[in-house]
């Protein structure tokens, strides 16, 4: 069993000293070690055992081994530093066909040309790439990508700010398009001192779980993406301000309200008729 061959390697931090293997600063990799926390990450991906799971920023594979332990049907990581190779091939051989290992940018890669039909997307996110990297998850989840939940690592004010409210301070963009198609929770926080090196920064899970009935509601989550950067660049103005010579009547505003008072519904009809 793969499982058996997994659980005999060499634990990770012991990997990376053969490998000769450090953390990089440009690639902002914060490596994480603790068995318990891996686990209970990969634990919290909904219905593993029957999952394909995509991995981005696997590193030296602590997170991948813990998806491979906890039952992941197939996992398939993507990695942009190449000197993690040493440490992947050994997972790989140990994995019988479990793994796939893409040694590319994952900003730059066609997800809908992996070959996978369903599947669910569970990263330690690198922190220089993990918003952007998200965002481009949620189009594709709006436009039909066939992902199932995501369940993600971010440092704590960007997990704050994917699962806030209107009138909270941390409302904003990623909010509003995380609201209109999908159903977010913070799932538990990660110490900085879990990880290695130490972030200056405290962590979060989120799992984000796409709603189909909402995203049948949304005609261009694009459009929606445009209207909120434009309104929030601006936040503290009034939004008659931003967009003059506008009936707000017609969605239920005076127009005095600033970006952080209204809801995502009102977002995705402003964006409709206004762009």
Known sequence: MSIEKIKSLPPVSEMMREAGLEPKKQFGQNFLFDLNLTGRIARSVPDIENSVVVEVGPGPAGLTRALLLAGAKQVIAIEKDKTTEPILSRIVE?????????????????????????YAVCSNLPYNVGTELFINWLLCVAKGEPINSMTLMFQREVAQRIVAKPGNAQYGRLSILTSLISDAKILFEVPNTAFVPRPKVQSAVVQVLPNTEKIKKIRDIEKVGNLTAKLFGQRRKMVRGIIPDIDWNQFGLSGKERAEDIDPETFARMAEILL
């Open 94 to 118: 140990s994995s019988e066909g479990r793994l796939t290992v893409i040694y590319e940018d994952a900003l730059k890669v066609d997800f809908s040309k992996l070959g996978i039909r369903d």
